[in-house]
Structures are given as C-alpha cells and as structure tokens.
C-alpha cells in the first residue's frame, strides 16, 4: 500500500471483540477530517514559508511561482494552488506539497487532490 500510506490501519476482532470502538472512533475521525474546511489565510500562512523555503524546481530554465492557495469546495479535501507555470509542476513536489498539508492540517485517511491553476 505504499501510494496510500495516509490510510490508518487498526486490528480489530469481532469475534474477540477487541478494538471495536476504537475502529468506530478512527472512523468519525477520518470523517471529520473529511469535511474539514481550512481558511485560505491559514492554508497560506502554513505553506507559502514551505514554499518559499523549497521552490519547486526551474524547469527549461524558467521559475515557477505560486502566488496563493485555497480550498476548493469539494466533497473531499481539494487544494488549488495558483501559480504563474502550473503545466511544469513535478510530481515529486506535487508529493512534497500533499505532506506538508497532511503533516500541518492532519488530514488522516483522507485523500487529497491538488490542482495548480494559472494565476
């Protein structure tokens, strides 16, 4: 399960009964983290520092820029990031970007989709 490593994973049995609440709690958790909504002054704040601190890569020797970031209205998380050469977006940094979101917002068993859009 390696591309999906943000999925958590608990042992439970029934017929033990072991661990059965705390399979029903980690579900409304992921849930909640499902419908959470984050400020664009937070997304920014949190990540535009990450950003500027490790741009993403130049490519044909022309830098790519993101000005801004918001959510998107979505039934799962969806960030659009808006910068000035979206096509030249790597998907190594693409990967770069969703930990940082996973790691500040705690976006736990959720997937997340990340756009990059002309500003």
Do not use: W
Not at 46 to 74: C, S
Not at 107 to 117: D, K, N, Q, S, T
């Amino acid at each position: 399960m390696a591309p999906i490593d943000y999925v958590p994973i608990i042992f439970a049995s029934v017929i033990e009964k072991q661990r059965i609440f705390q399979v029903i709690e980690k579900a409304v958790q992921v849930y909640h983290n499902k419908t959470k909504k984050i400020p664009t002054s937070e997304l920014n704040d949190a990540l535009l520092p990450e950003i500027v601190h490790y741009p993403p890569p130049a490519i044909k020797g022309k830098m790519i820029q993101i000005k801004y970031i918001t959510q998107v209205g979505a039934r799962s998380p969806a960030i659009a990031f808006f910068c000035n050469l979206p096509q030249y977006i790597q998907e190594s940094y693409t990967r770069f970007l969703e930990n940082r979101l996973r790691e500040k917002f705690d976006f736990e068993g959720v997937p997340i989709r990340l756009f990059f859009r002309k500003k």
